[in-house]
């Protein structure tokens, strides 16, 4: 399947921004508005893509396309811009040659949204649009699975225009019926008049892009979106993440994952060392390092560059710090019998264990042990919560407390693992 | 595809254990032979299968079949079976709708030889035989990609007849005219009167099933092809597989492999307890429990009986149990200086580290990292070399000295990990 990606606009809104520079290769969440586009509709198995451009773009294109030489792209030019958006798509004809995508260049659609809509057909249409400006967005109104209308202006409506359309080559004898007849010619009139399928989609995050402020909120919901959370304790779900996300807003533009996640483990290392001049400092920047630790894979997803390797150095590198950290806090309290040592090492062993099983579990059942066990969420001792309460327990001063504590909740949460998978996997 | 499976045979040389029962339901490594078949074949795909039996042999088929409902069976009878496994294989003709499998019920296959030779032509003839007993193995000689003689007595011949055929219904013409003409025809004159396609495959497991020997040696055979080994250390391959094969082609019969984890763990935990009584005979039996830790894992693949749970199970409790010996070890030292109780964390930590960072790499990158990093293999630290290590140490006194060691060792391994995944894999 092919995809035709419009993207001849003028942008006039996003100036200076775009005063020379074509909107759809400004950067959203720290990827190119076109990039989003096509690494996602690849991923979906479209091979081929058709870019229709103004032409004085055209050397910036060429340059991105450069950096990306695993997209089979073909540029069109589009000599009068001013003719339209629909004139746009009508230049597209000669180089499709089956049924084909049709999406905007500055819209940004996240991957659950593309795999959904490619099953299918005709317009996209979104009953909600919980995440774009309704006044101003196209609206559409479908009657008997058909879209009559599509205006900025219907004040009765079925959903809004995605700008995302499953279609047969056969539209383009509609286009250019109407390209004969008039001079300037939107999208909206080609589809109307043609009368094409409309399919219902909600839920899913999508918008267009036209003012600066659209840019931010673009990449802070896809930021917001890019929590996987599924093995996210309390703690996580109400401090950590808020203050992860937010900084990876701002981050996501200039950081890449591994070296957010660089960056946080080494926050937490010095955190341990921290431990022996200044223990309340220390335990507040390992709890700091803590709640950055979601950075790596929010922006990760959010900049479509997650990686096998991002995920096994992140796990990898938490078990490392928080035994530094561990480490650092034993040195402090050196406990002088036989017994407390022993209590303490099995605070080590059960830190360690609560991500060895769960991991595990992902390596034999290649599933998520919390998707399976969603009991098990509400069990505490999971990364966010075990930092947390080190945190509090040291600024309190109870420092032997955290490793009775801590072996008592990882073991009995390892236990209870072992109980509950053998129970129902066994 | 259909499969034809072939077990009206009297097995004569098997007596007493074929006196009233029949060969195929015999178990081999702890499952009926034909129970592999139908197992097997069903997991690549096969659907249906057509079982040419002995009328006094129904009842336990059918008792066979009832305890495995998830296959589709259907059995045909001969009335005749002295008529040979020419005429059993005639009566299968109106169950057949395409192109088949025909098998013999008294023969063992690997997985691996069934994966690939379902991906040939005509009878499947190994080259070398290099588990059988050639002299009275049937020989095939081919020419020109047709098999022209099949023979036990042939002086010049390709290669042995494995008894596992992909075959046209068109065959059953030319069993047919044969059936006609004789009163006791065998699979092999059909075979070679109707020139069948003849395919090559060497190197895997097969072989068939005549004498009480055959039977022992299968399992045993079975058991050694189950040896997973890309994990093993040196000391699995010098020493603990050759106690744990041996012991498993006792046991598979009688254990399942979850129950030979649970076993093996169980006496991995004494051993830690029995430290306190007698570290030597402690030290020999933890070595002893790690030299059993491999059974379980070759009687599931043995058996067929592997399954996700397993694997997990048997990595945790691992875990659980190095962890307990290494705390006994500690509480028998009881190190003073604060250093020293460190150094022995650090040895604590290195040692479940290596098997995390292995584990959760196969949650990453779906795949082992023994084979993405052959020169892993090479480095020191995997449990069995650790176990044989303690166990050594203890034996001559040194116990600081195994958590010296275990610390170095454990922990360089895991920063080499760490090195050579970054650099590959980034």
Known sequence: MEAVILAAGL???LRPLTESFPKPLLKVAGRELLYRHLHLLSQEGIRRFIIVINPQHEKFYREFLNRYPE???TLVKN???ERGNGYSFYLARDFVSGPFVLTMGDHVYERDFIKKALGLRGLIVDREGLFISREEATKALCEEGLVIALDKRLSRYTGFDTGFFLLEPEIFTQAQKLVRQKEEISLSEIMQEARIPCSLLSGYFWMDVDTPEDLKKATRLLIK???KGSGDGLVSRLLNRRVSTWCSGFLVNYLTPNLATFLTSLLGLIAALLLFWNAKAAAILYQLSSMLDGMDGEIARASLR????????DSVLDRIVDFAFLLGLYLLLKPAFAWQQAVALLAFFGSTMVSYTAERYKGAFKSDIYRDFPLLRFFPGKRDERVFFIMVAVLMGYIWEIFVVLALITNL???????MVALKKR
């Open 71 to 73: 997209f089979s792209c």
């Open 225 to 227: 979106r890019a929590v």
């Open 11 to 13: 942008g006039t809104r």
């Open 306 to 313: 997650e990686s096998p390797f991002g995920g096994w150095l």
């Open 413 to 419: 949460r390892v236990a209870a693992t072992l109980g």
């Open 79 to 81: 000599p009068h811009p």
